[in-house]
C-alpha cells in the first residue's frame, strides 16, 4: 500500500520505535523488503538516491516497478517510496514521477540558503501529497558523490528548518554513510538532546544506519530518531552471498554443471534470502515489527 510517510513516522515517534529506510537497487532489492515488511507486518520506506534511480532506468521506471510489485506481491502494510538525499531538481523529477515522499538535501548549502530552498520545494511537494525531509549539519561520508565530514547539526538551525512546515528532519549527529572508521567516535547524544527538544512532535531521521552498535541505534530511537536509513549493510550481505554462491561453483556454466546455476534466476537468490535477513534484523531492532495495524 504505497502511502506517504509522515503518518507511519509520526506514529513511530509517539511509540519510540523507528520505521526502516532500505534503500532498493533493483527489482530482488524490492521485492525482498516488501516481501519481509508484509510478513513481519512493519511499515517500511523505500529509499532511492538519484544514481539509484538513474541506473534503474529513472525514476519513471522506478515508479512503476514499486507499484506493480506492491499490488502483484498484495502487499498490504504502508509503504513509502522515498528520494534520498535529492537535489532540487532530483526533488523536483521525483514529484512528477510518482514517487509518495521526498528528500532535499541542501546541508551543503549556506544555510539561509537551504532554509530558502526548502521552504519552496516543501510547499510542492505537499500540494502534491508527498512527505517531505530537509538535512541540517552534515552526514560523515560520501553518498552519490557529495561528502560530508559528519558534522553535527546546530539545534537553532533544526528550529528554524521545521518552521517550513517539513515532516522530518535528518540531523546530524556524528553520523556516516558507509563503513565506520575504527577510530569513530560514536554518535552525540547531548546535540540529539538538544534538537529533539526544538523539534517538537517533528520525527528525526537517523542516516548512516549501517555500523552503528545496536545499544546505540537503541538510544538513538529513545532519543528521537523515527526514521534510520539502511543501505550499505544491505549491500554488504548481498555481495557476500552472492560471492559465496560463485566461490562454491554453483555458476559455473560446464557441461557438469546440469543444474544450470548461472541462471540470474538462481545467482541472486543468495543475495535476495540475505536482503531478507538483515531487513528483518532490524525491523526487529528498530520495534518496527507489528506496527502496521
Known sequence: MLVNATRMLKEAHEGHYAVGHFNINNLEWTKAI??????????????????AGKYMGGF????????????CLGITVPVALHLDHGTEAGVRACIEAGFTSVMFDGSALPFEENLKKTAELVKLAHDKGLSFEAEIGSIGGTEDGVTGQGEVADPEQAAAMIKTGIDFLAAGIGNIHGIYPANWTGLHFDALA?????????????????GIPDEMIKKAISGGMSKINVNTECQLVFAEAT?????AGKADPTA?????????RKLLKPG????KAKV??????????????
Open 34 to 51: 516488501l516481501l519481509t515488511a508484509q510478513e513481519l507486518n512493519s511499515p517500511v520506506i523505500l529509499g532511492v538516491s538519484e544514481g
Open 60 to 71: 519513471k521506471v522506478v515508479v512503476a516497478m514499486v507499484k506493480a510489485l506492491d499490488e
Open 194 to 210: 538538544k534538537i529533539d527538544e526544538v523539534t517538537g512532535d517533528v520525527p528525526l531521521v537517523l542516516h548512516g544506519g549501517t
Open 243 to 247: 560471492i559465496e554462491y560463485c566461490k
Open 256 to 264: 557438469e554443471n546440469k543444474a544450470k546455476g548461472y541462471d540470474p
Open 272 to 275: 535476495f534470502e540475505a536482503i
Open 280 to 293: 528483518k534484523e532490524k525491523m526487529e531492532l528498530f520495534g518496527s515489527v507489528g506496527k502496521a495495524d
